[in-house]
């Protein structure tokens, strides 16, 4: 009798020990998932506020909005929470409270924010005029069946000047610039992406012999190079004729 009861009572102890070698196996699994969910987009991590010590500027951020805003990454069901650095011209996830994560830009993303205004923002490549490859994020301003046009929107960081003379001294501030426009020409087989020229001279000239015709319908409707209707309205009569 004593040794059946022994086997009784090592059945809990059995029991207890395999329900926790399951529970270690199933934890652990998770662990290795949201590891893997991590390292998909990369393995650096650093704090959200990070931006203040690298650029020890007391205003503004180098963001676009500095809050974490809802997203849809790819063809992913998951949501994710993203913000756009306009200095570096990069996009952070946030993983953790205390986490963000850089996205790599030479991957291939798109990603539409969740917060009811549809705005889509892609990797693409272009030639800066250095003739240097450049990869960034782009918004998609207007998507046509010729082309698409996009912006990237764009921030400096000013360092702070000291005192001197007369001239009192400026913080070091974050500013808004002029946004960059870009087209891809679906008619083209490459399928790149090429800055377009701030300047009223540059801009007709990017049309080529189509220069005169483009700067006659400029001239008559008002059009503006640097408003992003305007620059639909232009191309839109480019592409339609």
């Known amino acids: 009798m004593p040794q059946v009861m022994n086997v009784f009572n090592s059945k809990p102890r059995i029991l207890q020990a395999s329900l926790g070698c399951f529970f270690a196996v199933f934890c652990y699994g998770d662990m290795c ?44 069901d998951e949501t994710h929470f993203v913000r756009f650095d306009a200095v570096e011209g990069v996009v952070e996830i946030q993983m953790a409270q205390d986490r963000v994560i850089v996205l790599d830009n030479s991957i291939p993303y798109t990603i539409t924010l969740l917060n009811g205004n549809d705005q889509v923002y892609e990797t693409h490549e272009y030639i800066n005029p250095k003739g240097d490859k450049v990869s960034t994020f782009l918004r998609v301003v207007h998507r046509s069946e010729n082309y698409t046009l996009f912006v990237r929107e764009n921030k400096k960081y000013f360092k702070e000047v000291k005192a001197q003379g007369y001239a009192a001294a400026e913080p ?57 209707e305007d620059l639909v309205a232009i191309f839109d009569y480019y592409f339609g004729q």
């Open 172 to 228: 070091a501030v974050f500013k808004k610039t002029q946004d960059q426009f870009y087209i891809m020409d679906k008619r083209k087989t490459s399928g790149s992406v090429v800055p377009l020229p701030g300047n009223s001279k540059g801009f007709r000239e990017f049309f080529e012999n189509d220069a005169g015709r483009i700067k006659s319908y400029i001239k008559t409707n008002k059009l503006s190079i640097s408003q992003s």
């Open 33 to 76: 998932a949201q590891q893997l969910r991590n390292e998909e987009f990369g393995t650096v991590y650093y704090e959200p506020n990070f931006y203040k010590t690298k650029y020890k500027a007391p205003e503004g951020s180098p963001y676009l909005n500095e809050v974490f805003t809802a997203a849809r990454i790819n063809d992913r």
